[in-house]
């Protein structure tokens, strides 16, 4: 049980963190949709994941507390192959989208912490995002690691932040992190 403060106490029960699953798609893009608006689809980190698929055994949800199992979402987080400019491949965070009504109440820091725990544990290097780095610092991420990286298209470089799991593998780099082809299969197995 975790608290949430929205004018009076209240408790809510913090599901879960399960697997997602192909009946999920719709309702993960709904929620996107949502959290983010129209423009989403324009933005830099969006046409980076543009025709490739995400991470399959990085892709998790957090059902409704009120509907679990019904292929709807109350969060979800996905991740994406990003190839560093020394070749290997790390994972791009996001989205991360979570119900309007559900926001702090701990749903997307469960998501995160999973989902980078998972990210560690099959290997990747690290993990890099475009987000609020305020928010994103309680993980571990920086945006002094990125300061020799950058994305194919316009990004507001204190927003590009990366998570070392390997030391170094970030920060001794320059160049640009590109998306990896669609038929390539090594995402998945790093």
Known sequence: ???RDDGETSMIKLLDVVAERPSHGAAIERLNDRAFGPNRL???AYRFRDGIPPIAPLGFVIEPPDAPGSGEVAASIRFWPAVLPDGSVSALL??????SDLRGTGYGSRLIHHGLMR???LGYPA???VGDRPYYVQFG????????L????????????????????????AGLIRPMAADNSQASRV
Do not use: N
């Not at 991420?141 to 020799?148: H, I, P, Q, T, Y």
């Open 119 to 121: 990210a560690r544990a």
């Open 127 to 129: 993990v890099v995002l």
């Open 150 to 173: 950058r994305l194919p298209g316009p990004v507001d470089r204190s927003r590009l932040l990366g998570l070392e799991f390997t030391a170094g593998v970030l920060d001794h780099q």
């Open 141 to 148: 991420f920086s945006a002094e690691l990125m300061d020799g």
């Open 1 to 3: 049980m975790i608290g």
């Open 42 to 44: 324009t933005k830099t």
């Open 94 to 99: 996001g989205p991360i989208a979570v119900q």
